[in-house]
């Protein structure tokens, strides 16, 4: 291990290897903290957001790319997450639980919702669970849109009480007000810590048996892995981090609606995973990142861009092109060309990376390992 | 000498197709033993059956005693039963030394909570499974491709770390589905030895093979079958000789 | 006394009633049906659950709906509206089917032999970007548009129930469509090839069947039915949208499940029983909770019997 060196990219770079990897999350743990004093309070506050999403990528990857269930109604357990926090937080039915239980408490809800639905669906083969969880993410807004008495129907909950962090000592109380800033950081810490949390998981026992499972689930089988429990237990665990997701997401908003919480949304998170690389940590982050950057900042500032670019080369056709108009047949476009072309993501996994080290050129170029997500197909007489 | 499996009056029907047909033997504790057969006799649809992934329709399948037709596969191997597969089925895209740990899943005790956050408990089975893992693979001769992905192992190497990953449960039976299959001449002698090595830790090792040389040379008993009924058992001379199994494989006529 | 808990549940016993629903469900599970039969073939003959096809209807009645108002709608009235109708259904299913290969050509043939998890995710993008092609085509946009309503508007009374010349129209060109795909795959040396692939893929390579063009054709033919699909449902409904068919595709493919994926006869039936599921789910319970009663069924039947009521026909090979 001494031997190595930190590269980036394929160059190397003449530090060790070890010293280079802490090196660089030092500087950008220093960079986040510091980001508040950087940049406007209208960004800190789509970052917070975006930091949602990053997460709920982070969750849908323990899912679909650690143990390779394709989950379309991811944003079934964000409402729930959500929901939760509106009816225990706010003055619609008087209660008022503190925000920082409640995270757990949104977490572990959904997680049991996942356990629900998980428990007699994860037998299925894996296009069939997918569909079952696509019906899934359409049954909770729906029923969370027709029962107006408890979750206020179409227009949902609206005033949900703010954070507080209780006095201690020579601190007194902060309440998080309209701020952004406390959530910022509440979610970076929250990302941190999840990033630790899931990377343990990747080298783990259950991480491989996640891994194992994707692969070969038969084999994974006869390897004395209990099937069911452990996808289930990625799926749970995929729902407890968009319910917590949720919820963070509710008392930042202060309101939640069921328009929300849509199909879309499963699937722009969806693509966050596959863009980044499906199994990759740090992948997964990026591609959060990236597209959150497309929908809030490109997309919105594109019209602009593009007066300014048909002003300057007389190519009037550019400012009639309603770009926010084109989210659709950009996400649709972004899942086929990176299943064709590169379905490992931008970053590639571990397991790539060592393979283009090989020089394994028929891998890195896209061939999946041979999933058999749901068949149980047997060997020959 | 007492008896590991015991199958007795097996049958596994599919439709219209017998594929198991009524078969019974055991097999003695500490042996090698060997079941062989024309292609589509039913061998590997009988180790499927003793591995749970199918359920015998009819007859007992008892191991060291316990009844075990229908138990799912990750409890029998829990039990004590590991095996190989015909086409390798190693999990691709993990390091080879991580296919071994995998195959110690469930002789290792982290749960959710040591998984999540490193416990000290946790990273140190992690710790005794990769050294378990490394001795496991040095034994097999494939310890030089530890950290390299399983699907890049030389095709006889893979068939190596099969057998480690399968070792790794510390099961009492071993089932090896055809190991010598696409291997060479000097492969299937390390084989053979590697199987006696097996033998002499104490581990039963069970195998549906095809080529006669390494099935006599190191098999204690034999079973024969053809279109799923057992035709002959016995030690390789008896077998060998016995006119069934002659005309089974070559033919009626041959046995003259 | 079993009458009178139903009518304090609110629940309305009037007969004529359910008749009014039933024949509302047959209607409507014509088109399901349709739609249906493009899921459980593809299924059938490559195992892939094609995400898009119901986005391929709502082409179909967009397509129709353009050809409608080039050829002058408001033009034909009464027996001209029969050449009418058949250039439409003729061009929007040739159109149609023709997207469909386009579309297994370019985005699924390449993935046939992956993982489950890349060609379907690709289809989900293949639907998004069906959808979205659709919102930015100068005249769709988001609004629901007003399909032109040619067909006439009787209705009779038979034993005591409504039935309008509409619904049956739909259901008349729905079992003509289907009974010429049933004459083509059982009487065609195609339509075997078509059965002997989804069968067998290699069996059928080495009886010298060219796999790529007959799976391409059931793709075509698949297409060709969900855009009539569309244009029976502009006519009935007299209104589409560009996400038509994310739902109305769902509940079709819930209807092939319904049937047994893969069995065509199945898809036929399960479309039925699913129109007249929905439309007694929206007549008892509420619009509002129709859906949730078939997402559900989805669900139960996908959990407790997925092969289905007539049981699926998929390969058994891999």
């Not at chain 1, 800190?44 to 790319?65: E, K």
């Not at chain 1, 995929?238 to 917590?244: E, N």
């Not at chain 2, 057969?37 to 009988?46: D, I």
């Not at chain 3, 599970?29 to 299924?43: D, E, P």
Request: proline share 4%; net charge neutral.
């Amino acid at each position: 291990m001494s031997g190595e060196r930190y590269s980036v990219f394929g160059r190397e770079l003449p530090i060790p290897a070890k010293v280079g990897q802490l090196g660089l999350i030092a500087i950008g743990i220093a960079f986040f903290l510091s980001v508040p004093s950087i940049f406007s309070s209208v960004d800190v506050s789509r970052m917070a957001d975006g930091g949602v999403f990053i997460l709920l990528a982070l969750g849908l990857n323990i899912v679909v790319g650690y143990a390779g269930l394709l989950d379309l109604g991811y944003a079934a357990f964000f409402a729930i997450g959500a929901y939760t926090y509106a009816i225990l937080a706010s003055s619609h039915y008087n209660i008022h639980l503190a925000f920082w239980p409640l995270l757990l408490i949104a977490a572990i809800v959904a997680a049991l919702f996942g356990v629900i639905l998980g428990a007699p669906t994860l037998r299925l083969r894996g296009d069939y669970l997918a569909i079952v969880t696509l019906g899934f993410g359409e049954i909770v807004p729906r029923v969370v849109l027709n029962l107006e008495g408890v979750t206020g129907g179409v227009n949902g909950l609206s005033g949900l009480d703010q954070p507080k962090i209780p006095a201690l000592g020579p601190f007194p109380a902060l309440t998080f007000g309209y701020n952004p800033i406390p959530y910022y950081y509440t979610i970076l810490g929250v990302i941190i810590l999840s990033i630790i949390i899931i990377r343990n998981l990747q080298y783990s026992r259950l991480g491989r048996a996640w891994q194992a499972i994707r692969e070969d689930e038969l084999a994974a089988a006869s390897m004395g892995i209990n099937t069911v429990t452990t996808k289930l237990l990625a799926f749970a665990m995929g729902a407890a981090f968009s319910g917590f997701g949720g919820c963070f997401y509710a008392s930042k908003l202060a309101l939640v609606t069921p328009e929300a919480f849509t199909f879309v949304i499963s699937v722009t998170i969806l693509c966050m995973v596959v863009l980044g690389g499906m199994g990759n940590i740090a992948g997964v982050i990026v591609g959060a990142a990236a597209i959150y950057a497309l929908t809030t900042y490109v997309l919105i500032q594109l019209p602009l861009w593009m007066t300014g670019i048909s002003q300057a080369t007389g190519f009037t056709l550019l400012n009639t092109i309603d770009f926010t108009q084109y989210n659709f047949i950009i996400f649709g476009l972004l899942l086929i060309s990176f299943m064709l072309l590169r379905p490992q993501g931008l970053l590639p996994s571990r397991v790539r990376r060592a393979e283009l080290k090989h020089g394994d050129i028929a891998g890195s170029m896209g061939a999946q390992p041979e999933t058999v997500t749901g068949t149980s197909s047997s060997e020959d007489l | 000498m007492s008896s590991i499996l015991a199958v007795e009056g097996v049958s596994k029907v599919f439709g219209g197709l017998r594929a198991v047909d009524n078969v019974s033997f055991e097999v003695e504790k500490g042996q090698v033993f060997t079941m062989i057969g024309p292609n589509g006799a039913g061998k590997t649809t009988l180790f499927n059956c003793l591995t749970g992934v199918y359920k015998p329709t009819t007859g007992n399948i008892v191991f060291n005693g316990r009844p075990i037709g229908g138990t799912p596969p990750h409890k029998v191997t829990n039990l004590g039963i590991a095996r190989t597969f015909q086409n390798i089925r190693l999990f691709g895209y993990l390091p080879a030394v991580e296919n071994v740990m995998v195959g110690r899943h469930c002789r290792m005790h982290a749960k959710l909570w040591d998984a999540m956050f490193r416990t000290p408990a946790a990273r140190s089975e992690e710790r005794k499974v990769r050294a378990r893992a490394m001795e496991l693979m040095e034994f097999v001769g494939v310890a030089r491709y530890a950290e390299d992905l399983a699907r890049n192992l030389p095709y006889g190497d893979q068939r190596r770390l099969e057998i480690a990953r399968a070792l790794a449960s510390d099961p009492q039976l071993l089932l090896l589905d055809e190991p010598a299959a696409g291997l060479n001449p000097a492969e299937k002698a390390d084989l053979g030895k590697l199987i006696h090595k097996i033998r002499d830790l104490g581990v039963t090792v069970f195998l549906i093979e095809h080529d006669m040389k390494v099935v006599m040379g190191i098999s204690d008993q034999i079973v024969v079958l053809d279109h799923g009924a057992k035709i002959a058992e016995g030690v390789p001379a008896v077998v060998r000789a016995d006119k069934q199994v002659i005309e089974a494989y070559l033919g009626k006529g041959a046995a003259a | 006394m079993h009458e009178t808990l139903l009518v304090v549940a609110g629940i309305n016993t009037d007969p004529a009633y359910f008749g009014e629903q039933l024949v509302l469900g047959i209607s409507i599970g014509a088109i399901y049906a349709l739609i249906a039969l493009g899921y459980t073939m593809v299924y059938g003959i490559v195992e892939l659950i094609n995400f898009a096809h119901g986005d391929v209807f709502t082409v179909g009645a967009f397509f129709s709906f353009f050809c409608i108002s080039l050829i002058g709608a408001g033009n034909f009235s009464g027996l001209m509206l029969i050449p009418l109708l058949l250039v439409v259904f003729l061009a929007t299913m040739l159109f149609n089917g023709l997207l469909g290969a386009t579309i297994e050509r370019v985005a699924y043939r390449r993935l046939r032999n992956s993982p489950r998890l890349t060609p379907l995710i690709t289809a989900v993008g293949m639907s998004f970007l069906l959808e979205g092609i659709l919102y930015v085509i100068p005249g769709i946009g988001p609004n629901f548009k007003h399909y032109p309503d040619l067909l006439p508007t009787n209705s009779w009374t038979i034993a005591g129930v409504n039935v309008s010349a509409k619904g049956v129209f739909v259901v008349v060109v729905a079992l003509v469509l289907m009974l010429m795909l049933q004459r083509f795959i059982q009487g065609t040396r195609l339509g075997k090839a078509m059965r002997a692939t989804a069968q067998d893929r290699d069996a059928a390579q080495l009886m010298g069947v060219d796999i790529d063009r007959t799976i391409a054709l059931t793709f075509f033919i698949g297409s060709a039915l969900a855009g009539a699909g569309g244009i029976i449902y502009g006519l009935y409904y007299n209104s589409i949208y560009f996400t038509l068919g994310f739902r109305t595709g769902i509940v079709a493919f819930t209807a092939a499940v319904l049937g047994g994926i893969g069995n065509i006869a199945g898809a036929a039936i399960g479309g039925f029983m699913i129109g007249i599921v929905f439309s007694m789910a929206s007549g008892y319970l509420s619009q509002q909770w129709s859906d949730v009663v078939i997402f559900s069924v989805l669900i139960l039947v996908l959990v407790f019997k997925p092969t289905g009521l007539l049981g699926a026909r998929v390969a058994d090979k891999a």
